[in-house]
């Protein structure tokens, strides 16, 4: 499959930067006759996308950095001619600019057969005058439409020369741009291999599930194409696809050729040999992998001989190298280390990649005269095939496979995320740990994350909690030097993984003299124009204009005899206002003195008005700049079976309370109310999409969490929920004392009914969503017992963690936060004296202010250190709450500065014992911490939600209540108390009755 953008011509536009000097290149080879041919000649079906690793679609894809078909292209020493559709020459006219009006010319294919082939002719006259022809041929061998045929008869006449194999070794050796995207191929490949097939791999495994590797073939590509490893590196997921499917193998049987494929059989311990390959705009890369579990002896023996052989090939690896000299040197030095295997060795380790995946001209293998050059990109592959394994009796494979980019000086390992040392690819299980069936699929995506569950129920503390907050210490370092890693690379690269700020607009009154009302402005009055959003002020006797975001607030007061209109203005320093060079003055504010009082009164309340609505304007320009317009609905055809649910309530919502049907189609989502009105939803604009049950919870929902947000009445939502409440928010306490035990069962029991009920329908609903999407929109469930409670916005709430996320969707506004958007986690006011403490996530855009969760009690820490280690998420802590304001702009104005001066180290340093705080204190920089005042001024206080700390949530519930009722009265003692109370009460009624008619009478 073409992992190329197909050509939009409505959207799409050529990069003459990039492509302008690859067409020069291509004329240079013309003119200097290096391939002896003075002209090239290529065609591109519609058939050939289907085909991909074709040399036609790797020519014109490298001229023009997209896949496009039903054309036809002839180029000179001189010029550029192009046949094609009219809006695909428009496209590719853009070329004039760098070749010039006379470099490029263009026919216009048209509906008429006739004209089109009087083109064709000419193209071919152009051919035959150039002199020698050189095709770039295609692979597709049957008819591919009357265009593409006569084109082909054309050229065929002319006996060209086929230079496929000089154009392959050309484009071996990328400019910047393909480098960059084969990085990009790279990154994503080996982010893939460790972070969802060796933990899917493991998972399997270690619960004994029986998948096929076919399946689990399937499962890691719809991963992979699900783009949230592609989000986390900052990759555009349309860029992005599959260069072969996933190749899992294991059991003794492996096919370790290029062209092998997953088979249906079990996925087995033992030697597990995974294989990836996945391209950017059309550049590739593969990750191979051996993962082996409960090693034999023969299979750790083998496998660093394979460590040591890549170890050394590395140090081979540089320009000017001999590839079948590189194979020859790698197979000498195994056989100095074991030469039984040195008979096992491959017998090719590698070959070119890039626009085609194997480029066939260059293959690392014996007699090969290829030589590498900087600027390629290769898959080295190193592995042995069929080795008898002296303890099991079974033959085993193993393999290693790296993209590599030839630098100047040597080389430089693309995928070196993926994990290869042995440490790193063998595991062993205890026998006796029988597997557990976990129905949460929330905790199954968990676990597919390498997150052990087991391990992280509330106030879990054994033998082995010494060696768990060791390991989590190791865990933590190795995240820190990444983390340390990343800072570096994007420091290198000049990255910094952050959108650009928004520049301030600059309001102007008037944009052109004309539009100033000079005959009004002649009465020196003070004026207010509605229509430019512009107050005019008379200053020395010029009317002079001011837009009325400068006008700070007025004030009028009488003096003397005098009305007094004071005017303040917004001056630099407050809020967005540029600071102009060249001694600029500013005016600060103007005052004028009248006898008529009514007027200035006047005067104020017309500009009161019109700042008013500039700010109503401006609130709904920036909610606009929210939205984007989304594509058609694409209704489920009339035939089909219908899926919806019924009686479902939105939230936000234009209409309270008005319930609705929420209905699946093609392409996304409709909520219809039945007050009127409809809310779409497409699937592309789901970012994620979440499952509430009413297990423990008054309320069943479906939550999505947007990309772009969509417009709910006169505002832009991100997050949309539709939901269904399910038993009492509040009890009526009378309303109980009255009921009898059976009723209260009876009510319980029907509760308990709908919620099952409720449980399956939206369960097939969201289901049936993921089927129909293929996993595209994926549901997370959150977890109630790994919660807690915190501050996200304004209120204690419960948080739970889903298998990407870690939201609240219970109460309003929902909290949604994006765990693959976060570097760090650092923890404040951590002591033994408080009974809570702050969390703030930090994102890896530095741009984003970090957001505060407050009031997290104390007892549950180690949990969410569990839990975010285990989630690869670094943490720090520290008893001070720092000025995160200060922090980020610090970081954001003197990058490299501040990762000289220790980076993010000065939060390690904070996390110190109590003794040393006040020590701490002093050293930490006043900028980074928070004032008295600041604090007094914050949001959301820590005294405010002190008294929520007691209400703690406890997965442990049935057995307080439990331990309650052995120490205290049971319910039947309670039941009899309550009656004896009422026959008192009642009693003291009836004595009381005829006096209070008395007094009455009175």
Same mark, same amino acid.
């Given at each position: 499959?073409?992992?190329?953008?197909?050509?939009?011509?409505?959207?799409?536009?050529?990069?003459?930067?990039?492509?302008?000097?690859?067409?020069?290149?291509?004329?240079?080879?013309?003119?200097?006759?290096?391939?002896?041919? %003075?002209?090239?000649?290529?065609?591109?079906?519609?058939?050939?996308?289907?085909?991909?690793?074709?040399?036609?679609?790797?020519?014109?894809?490298?001229?023009?950095?997209?896949?496009?078909?039903?054309?036809?292209?002839?180029?000179?020493?001189?010029?550029?001619?192009?046949?094609?559709?009219?809006?695909?020459?428009?496209?590719?006219?853009?070329?004039?600019?760098?070749?010039?009006?006379?470099?490029?010319?263009?026919?216009?294919?048209?509906?008429?057969?006739?004209?089109?082939?009087?083109?064709?002719? &000419?193209?071919?006259?152009?051919?035959?005058?150039?002199?020698?022809?050189?095709?770039?041929?295609?692979?597709?061998?049957?008819?591919?439409?009357?265009?593409?045929?006569?084109?082909?008869?054309?050229?065929?006449?002319?006996?060209?020369?086929?230079?496929?194999?000089?154009?392959?070794?050309?484009?071996?050796?990328?400019?910047?741009?393909?480098?960059?995207?084969?990085?990009?191929?790279?990154?994503?490949?080996?982010?893939?291999?460790?972070?969802?097939?060796?933990?899917?791999?493991?998972?399997?495994?270690?619960?004994?599930?029986?998948?096929?590797?076919?399946?689990?073939?399937?499962?890691?590509?719809?991963?992979?194409?699900?783009? %949230?490893?592609?989000?986390?590196?900052?990759?555009?997921?349309?860029?992005?696809?599959?260069?072969?499917?996933?190749?899992?193998?294991?059991?003794?049987?492996?096919?370790?050729?290029?062209? &092998?494929?997953?088979?249906?059989?079990?996925?087995?311990?033992?030697?597990?040999?995974?294989?990836?390959?996945?391209?950017?705009?059309?550049?590739?890369?593969?990750?191979?992998?051996?993962?082996?579990?409960?090693?034999?002896?023969?299979?750790?023996?083998?496998?660093?001989?394979?460590?040591?052989?890549?170890?050394?090939?590395?140090?081979?690896?540089?320009?000017?190298?001999?590839?079948?000299?590189?194979?020859?040197?790698?197979?000498?030095?195994?056989?100095?280390?074991?030469?039984?295997?040195?008979?096992?060795?491959?017998?090719?380790?590698?070959?070119?990649?890039?626009?085609?995946?194997?480029?066939?001209?260059?293959?690392?293998?014996?007699?090969?005269?290829?030589?590498?050059?900087?600027?390629?990109?290769?898959?080295?592959?190193?592995?042995?095939?069929?080795?008898?394994?002296?303890?099991?009796?079974?033959?085993?494979?193993?393999?290693?496979?790296?993209?590599?980019?030839?630098?100047?000086?040597?080389?430089?390992?693309?995928?070196?995320?993926?994990?290869?040392?042995?440490?790193?690819?063998?595991?062993?299980?205890?026998?006796?740990?029988?597997?557990?069936?976990?129905?949460?699929?929330?905790?199954?995506?968990?676990?597919?994350?390498?997150?052990?569950?087991?391990?992280?129920?509330?106030?879990?503390?054994?033998?082995?909690?010494?060696?768990?907050?060791?390991?989590?210490?190791?865990?933590?370092?190795?995240?820190?030097?990444?983390?340390?890693?990343?800072?570096?690379?994007?420091?290198?690269?000049?990255?910094?993984?952050?959108?650009?700020?928004?520049?301030?607009?600059?309001?102007?009154?008037?944009?052109?003299?004309?539009?100033?009302?000079?005959?009004?402005?002649?009465?020196?009055?003070?004026?207010?124009?509605?229509?430019?959003?512009?107050?005019?002020?008379?200053?020395?006797?010029?009317?002079?204009?001011?837009?009325?975001?400068?006008?700070?607030?007025?004030?009028?007061?009488?003096?003397?005899?005098?009305?007094?209109?004071?005017?303040?203005?917004?001056?630099?320093?407050?809020?967005?206002?540029?600071?102009?060079?060249?001694?600029?003055?500013?005016?600060?504010?103007?005052?004028?003195?009248?006898?008529?009082?009514?007027?200035?009164?006047?005067?104020?309340?017309?500009?009161?008005?019109?700042?008013?609505?500039?700010?109503?304007?401006?609130?709904?320009?920036?909610?606009?700049?929210?939205?984007?317009?989304?594509?058609?609905?694409?209704?489920?055809?009339?035939?089909?079976?219908?899926?919806?649910?019924?009686?479902?309530?939105?939230?936000?919502?234009?209409?309270?309370?008005?319930?609705?049907?929420?209905?699946?189609?093609?392409?996304?989502?409709?909520?219809?109310?039945?007050?009127?009105?409809?809310?779409?939803?497409?699937?592309?604009?789901?970012?994620?999409?979440?499952?509430?049950?009413?297990?423990?919870?008054?309320?069943?929902?479906?939550?999505?969490?947007?990309?772009?947000?969509?417009?709910?009445?006169?505002?832009?939502?991100?997050?949309?929920?539709?939901?269904?409440?399910?038993?009492?928010?509040?009890?009526?306490?009378?309303?109980?004392?009255?009921?009898?035990?059976?009723?209260?069962?009876?009510?319980?029991?029907?509760?308990?009914?709908?919620?099952?009920?409720?449980?399956?329908?939206?369960?097939?609903?969201?289901?049936?969503?993921?089927?129909?999407?293929?996993?595209?929109?994926?549901?997370?469930?959150?977890?109630?017992?790994?919660?807690?409670?915190?501050?996200?916005?304004?209120?204690?709430?419960?948080?739970?963690?889903?298998?990407?996320?870690?939201?609240?969707?219970?109460?309003?506004?929902?909290?949604?936060?994006?765990?693959?958007?976060?570097?760090?986690?650092?923890?404040?006011?951590?002591?033994?004296?408080?009974?809570?403490?702050?969390?703030?996530?930090?994102?890896?855009?530095?741009?984003?202010?970090?957001?505060?969760?407050?009031?997290?009690?104390?007892?549950?820490?180690?949990?969410?250190?569990?839990?975010?280690?285990?989630?690869?998420?670094?943490?720090?802590?520290?008893?001070?709450?720092?000025?995160?304001?200060?922090?980020?702009?610090?970081?954001?104005?003197?990058?490299?500065?501040?990762?000289?001066?220790?980076?993010?180290?000065?939060?390690?340093?904070?996390?110190?014992?109590?003794?040393?705080?006040?020590?701490?204190?002093?050293?930490?920089?006043?900028?980074?911490?928070?004032?008295?005042?600041?604090?007094?001024?914050?949001?959301?206080?820590?005294?405010?939600?002190?008294?929520?700390?007691?209400?703690?949530?406890?997965?442990?519930?049935?057995?307080?209540?439990?331990?309650?009722?052995?120490?205290?009265?049971?319910?039947?003692?309670?039941?009899?108390?309550?009656?004896?109370?009422?026959?008192?009460?009642?009693?003291?009624?009836?004595?009381? &009755?005829?006096?209070?008619?008395?007094?009455?009478?009175?």
């Amino acid at each position: 499959a073409s992992g190329l953008v197909k050509l939009n011509t409505t959207m799409a536009e050529l990069d003459v930067a990039v492509c302008a000097p690859r067409v020069k290149a291509l004329q240079k080879v013309l003119e200097d006759n290096t391939w002896n041919v %003075k002209s090239l000649a290529c065609y591109i079906s519609r058939g050939d996308a289907d085909i991909g690793n074709a040399r036609n679609i790797a020519f014109i894809s490298h001229m023009t950095g997209f896949l496009i078909t039903d054309m036809y292209v002839v180029l000179t020493a001189k010029k550029l001619y192009v046949l094609a559709s009219k809006k695909k020459i428009d496209f590719m006219s853009k070329f004039k600019e760098a070749l010039g009006e006379d470099g490029v010319v263009t026919f216009v294919k048209s509906k008429n057969p006739e004209a089109t082939k009087e083109h064709i002719d &000419a193209m071919k006259l152009v051919l035959e005058e150039a002199g020698t022809v050189g095709l770039i041929p295609t692979r597709h061998a049957d008819s591919q439409g009357s265009f593409i045929d006569s084109v082909a008869k054309s050229i065929k006449a002319l006996e060209p020369d086929d230079v496929g194999n000089q154009m392959t070794q050309l484009l071996t050796v990328k400019d910047e741009k393909g480098l960059a995207n084969t990085r990009h191929a790279a990154a994503l490949t080996s982010f893939l291999m460790q972070k969802t097939v060796r933990k899917r791999v493991l998972n399997v495994i270690e619960e004994d599930q029986r998948v096929k590797h076919s399946e689990l073939s399937q499962d890691i590509d719809a991963l992979a194409k699900q783009g %949230k490893s592609a989000d986390k590196l900052g990759l555009d997921l349309e860029s992005v696809d599959t260069v072969y499917d996933p190749i899992i193998q294991s059991g003794g049987e492996y096919n370790l050729k290029v062209s &092998a494929r997953s088979n249906d059989k079990r996925l087995r311990t033992g030697v597990i040999i995974a294989s990836l390959g996945y391209s950017y705009d059309r550049y590739t890369a593969s990750c191979i992998r051996t993962y082996i579990i409960e090693p034999t002896k023969a299979q750790e023996e083998a496998y660093k001989v394979l460590l040591q052989a890549y170890d050394k090939a590395l140090e081979l690896i540089a320009p000017g190298m001999e590839l079948g000299q590189l194979y020859e040197d790698i197979k000498d030095f195994i056989k100095e280390k074991d030469e039984a295997l040195s008979d096992r060795f491959f017998k090719e380790a590698g070959f070119a990649t890039g626009l085609e995946f194997r480029e066939s001209g260059f293959v690392i293998k014996a007699g090969s005269e290829a030589t590498l050059k900087a600027g390629m990109t290769i898959v080295f592959s190193l592995g042995f095939s069929d080795v008898e394994d002296v303890d099991s009796k079974k033959p085993f494979a193993l393999q290693v496979a790296e993209t590599l980019e030839i630098t100047e000086t040597g080389n430089k390992v693309l995928t070196e995320h993926a994990r290869y040392k042995w440490e790193a690819i063998q595991f062993k299980f205890e026998e006796e740990a029988a597997p557990v069936d976990h129905t949460d699929r929330t905790e199954r995506a968990l676990r597919a994350k390498g997150i052990d569950l087991d391990k992280r129920t509330r106030g879990d503390k054994g033998d082995g909690e010494q060696s768990t907050v060791q390991r989590r210490q190791e865990h933590q370092m190795e995240l820190a030097r990444q983390l340390e890693e990343e800072a570096r690379q994007r420091l290198e690269h000049g990255d910094m993984g952050m959108k650009e700020k928004d520049k301030t607009k600059d309001n102007i009154a008037y944009k052109t003299a004309d539009r100033f009302p000079r005959d009004k402005a002649k009465s020196l009055k003070i004026l207010v124009d509605k229509r430019h959003e512009a107050v005019i002020l008379p200053i020395f006797g010029i009317a002079t204009p001011f837009h009325i975001s400068v006008i700070k607030n007025l004030s009028q007061t009488d003096e003397d005899g005098y009305s007094l209109l004071r005017v303040n203005f917004v001056t630099p320093g407050i809020k967005n206002i540029k600071t102009a060079t060249g001694g600029t003055s500013y005016l600060k504010e103007i005052t004028y003195r009248s006898q008529s009082s009514a007027s200035l009164a006047t005067a104020q309340r017309l500009i009161k008005e019109a700042q008013k609505r500039y700010k109503q304007l401006e609130n709904e320009r920036k909610e606009m700049e929210l939205v984007v317009k989304q594509a058609d609905l694409e209704l489920r055809p009339s035939g089909q079976k219908r899926v919806l649910l019924r009686d479902l309530l939105m939230r936000p919502s234009a209409n309270k309370k008005a319930q609705g049907t929420l209905e699946a189609h093609v392409n996304g989502l409709r909520y219809s109310s039945k007050k009127g009105g409809q809310i779409d939803i497409l699937y592309s604009n789901i970012r994620q999409a979440f499952y509430q049950p009413c297990k423990k919870e008054v309320v069943i929902a479906l939550h999505f969490h947007l990309k772009n947000g969509i417009m709910v009445g006169k505002k832009a939502q991100k997050d949309i929920q539709f939901y269904m409440e399910v038993g009492e928010v509040q009890t009526d306490l009378n309303q109980a004392r009255g009921r009898s035990d059976r009723d209260e069962m009876e009510r319980e029991q029907q509760e308990r009914r709908l919620k099952m009920k409720l449980s399956k329908t939206f369960e097939a609903f969201f289901k049936r969503i993921e089927e129909e999407t293929n996993t595209q929109v994926d549901f997370e469930v959150p977890i109630y017992h790994l919660g807690f409670s915190g501050v996200p916005h304004k209120t204690t709430v419960r948080l739970m963690p889903t298998s990407h996320c870690l939201v609240n969707l219970t109460e309003q506004p929902a909290f949604v936060l994006n765990l693959q958007e976060v570097e760090r986690v650092h923890f404040e006011r951590v002591d033994f004296k408080t009974k809570n403490f702050d969390m703030v996530f930090v994102f890896r855009d530095y741009k984003r202010p970090p957001h505060q969760i407050g009031s997290v009690p104390t007892n549950q820490l180690e949990n969410i250190k569990e839990w975010l280690d285990e989630s690869d998420i670094k943490f720090t802590e520290g008893p001070l709450n720092l000025n995160w304001k200060s922090i980020m702009k610090v970081i954001n104005e003197d990058y490299s500065g501040f990762l000289e001066t220790g980076g993010w180290t000065f939060l390690e340093e904070s996390g110190g014992d109590n003794d040393e705080m006040e020590e701490m204190e002093e050293d930490l920089s006043d900028e980074f911490k928070v004032s008295e005042g600041e604090l007094e001024d914050d949001d959301v206080s820590s005294e405010e939600f002190e008294e929520d700390d007691d209400d703690d949530f406890d997965e442990d519930d049935d057995e307080e209540e439990e331990s309650d009722d052995e120490e205290g009265k049971d319910w039947d003692d309670l039941d009899e108390e309550a009656l004896e109370a009422d026959r008192k009460r009642a009693a003291r009624e009836r004595e009381g &009755a005829p006096a209070a008619k008395k007094r009455k009478g009175r």
